[in-house]
């Protein structure tokens, strides 16, 4: 790490599970990036043989927490919920920052207050195909709020200040990866956070890689989890915000589903096509899934079971 500056300290969050050659790249990374005032947070969650990614935080100097229970989500709010600094960045364990992303993301935090989140810039490495989800790689700042379309931000590359997750209880841990939906945990994140009336804003100096590790296979798997995700954050949003349901049904259902499907087969790209097909039937299988279960203070809450006397 390089000596403190003059900027606020960054706790950074990186959650992982059963992937330490990832893991281990994207913290060699980090530590480049950040200062000694900066905290750096892994937490591990569900892995089958965790020792591996255990060695790989202590090797780095990382505080390293455990949670038994499987989930992204619940590893980020437990990771967000013990750490020390009140500018608090997301990162994934496939994400290899540059050296500038620490300054500029917590300069950006601590330039726009107003700004409950600040989502970075993330771009493919040269060379490493196309195949990925998990890109934002606009040239131009921006800021967003509730009516805002398009990619607001990912989890993998973002910053928020503590305040703003006090205010929406953080990620809801009925989704992501390991939980009921597997996917939509981040932008359904960002959801709650306009709702309340406050603006995101996109920093593309705060600049990061994401490794492309996934096969075709993966990657149209990958789809349909996050068609079911997406399904599951418009029967929330329908429910909870009806401006933003309006504003993510084109984004989702047409823009990315059904017109995706349909300029993938008139090109002949199966590989694609196949992926747009598996998301839009994933979202039906999300919207299903998700439409009658209780929401409370914007989170999915489990139905409450009649005792019988």
């Known amino acids: 790490m390089t000596p403190p500056t003059q900027r606020p300290p960054l706790s950074v969050v990186v959650p992982t599970s059963g992937r330490p050659e990832l893991l281990d790249t994207a913290l060699s990374s980090l530590r480049a990036s950040l200062t000694d005032a900066d905290e750096l947070v892994v937490v591990e969650s569900g892995s089958a043989q965790p020792e591996p990614v255990w060695e790989v935080a202590r090797q780095h100097g990382a505080t390293l927490l455990v949670v038994a ?12 919920q013990q750490a020390r600094h009140d500018q608090i960045a997301f990162i994934d364990d496939d994400i290899r920052v540059t050296p500038g992303w620490a300054a500029a993301m917590a300069t950006a935090l601590a330039a726009h207050p107003q700004a409950a989140f600040v989502s970075g810039r993330i771009d493919l490495p040269q060379g490493q195909g196309t195949l990925s989800l998990t890109v934002k790689d606009d040239a131009e700042v921006q800021e967003f709020d509730r009516r805002s379309g398009g990619v607001i931000g990912h989890s993998a590359n973002l910053g928020m200040h503590r305040a703003a997750l006090i205010a929406v209880g953080g990620f809801d841990e009925a989704m992501g990866p390991g939980a009921r939906w597997p996917a939509g945990e981040d932008p359904d994140l960002l959801d709650r956070v306009l709702a309340t009336g406050a603006h995101g804003w996109y920093a593309p100096d705060a600049a990061a890689y994401h490794e ?53 087969l008139f ?4 590989l694609r096509a196949a992926g747009s097909l598996l998301r839009v039937l994933g979202m039906a299988r999300g919207w299903v899934g998700a439409c009658f279960v209780p929401v409370g203070d914007g989170h999915f809450r489990r139905r409450a079971v009649a005792s019988s006397s």
């Not at 229970?69 to 967000?80: D, E, F, I, L, Y």
């Open 267 to 270: 090109k002949r790209d199966w």
């Open 212 to 264: 492309h590790w996934r096969r075709a296979r993966q990657y149209v798997v990958l789809q349909h989890r996050y068609g079911i995700g997406s399904g599951a954050r418009l029967a929330k949003l329908v429910r909870t915000d009806r401006t933003r349901f309006r504003v993510v049904l084109v984004d989702d259902v047409w823009r990315w589903g059904v017109a995706s499907l349909a300029r993938e």
């Open 69 to 80: 229970a499987p989930g992204v989500s619940k590893a980020r709010n437990v990771g967000w």
